[in-house]
């Protein structure tokens, strides 16, 4: 079974300051794909970013950068130019094919990341 | 576009008593649907996903059951509540492009 191992239960940076939010994963997988999503106080929860396993590019979707490193089974998150609205829980997710034949698709999440921006 | 709606956001149900959670999308046809609960904490649990009409799998053994009557529709049921179900419940499927999506989500108090 995958998991997904997200190792700081609470972080937090001074607004306008650069914060990396680390996840690991274990899997036997070769092909799969990995997600930062937040989740505000409202505790909807929202799509960050997105990474394909065979890409060796890092995604970056404006203030958001993932270091993805596969053979270390790492994914890391990067919030630069931090700003009091990213205050969230953040997950860490790791998903892929589990059935053969079809598209079924499942999302493993980790225990998140408290991040508070400070002002 | 495509979107995502489930109902009641709010919910307090005494011990005992029948659940009913209802998700349904819009814009697309033949998604893959899943349910997730919160519990106090933090963590995220799939509970069920399908890949179709009646097509239903279930992930870990429980109080709750799911249905899928239409294709776009995705119903999270339990017969007798007990406290222990009570949590945030987030359903979502997946998108072309292999991501998924979720909805707002619903609180679930068993008192």
């Known amino acids: 079974a995958q998991t997904v191992t997200q190792s700081q239960p609470e972080m937090s940076v001074q607004e306008a300051e650069t914060v990396t939010l680390s996840c690991t994963y274990d899997?036997?997988?070769?092909?799969?794909?990995l997600f930062w999503y937040k989740q505000p106080p409202s505790r909807q929860m929202i799509l960050v970013i997105r990474?394909?396993?065979?890409?060796?590019q890092n995604a970056t979707e404006n203030r958001f950068s993932v270091n993805f490193q596969k053979a270390a089974k790492s994914f890391s998150l990067k919030i630069s130019d931090s700003q009091l609205g990213d205050t969230a829980m953040y997950f860490c997710?790791?998903?892929?094919?589990?059935?053969?034949?079809?598209?079924?698709?499942?999302?493993?999440f980790g225990k998140g990341t408290l991040l508070t921006v400070n002002p | 576009s495509q979107t995502i709606h489930q109902w009641p956001a709010t919910l307090v149900q005494p011990v005992g008593s029948p659940l009913s959670l209802e998700c349904t999308v819009e814009?697309?046809?033949?998604?893959?649907l899943y349910w997730y609960r919160q519990a106090a904490g933090r963590g995220l649990q799939l509970l069920f996903y399908?890949?179709?009409?009646?097509?239903i799998s279930s992930e870990v053994p429980q109080n709750l059951s799911a249905s899928r009557p239409q294709d776009r529709q995705f119903i999270l049921s339990s017969k007798k509540l007990l406290l222990s179900d009570s949590g945030f419940y987030l359903c979502?499927?997946?998108?072309?492009?292999?991501?998924?999506?979720f909805g707002e989500g619903s609180w679930l108090t068993v008192v």
């Open positions: 990474q394909e396993a065979y890409k060796q």
């Open positions: 979502a499927w997946k998108k072309i492009g292999n991501t998924i999506y």
């Open positions: 814009g697309t046809s033949n998604p893959n």
């Open positions: 997710a790791f998903m892929k094919h589990v059935a053969s034949g079809g598209s079924n698709y499942k999302l493993t």
């Open positions: 899997t036997s997988e070769n092909n799969y794909y």
């Open positions: 399908s890949i179709g009409i009646g097509q």
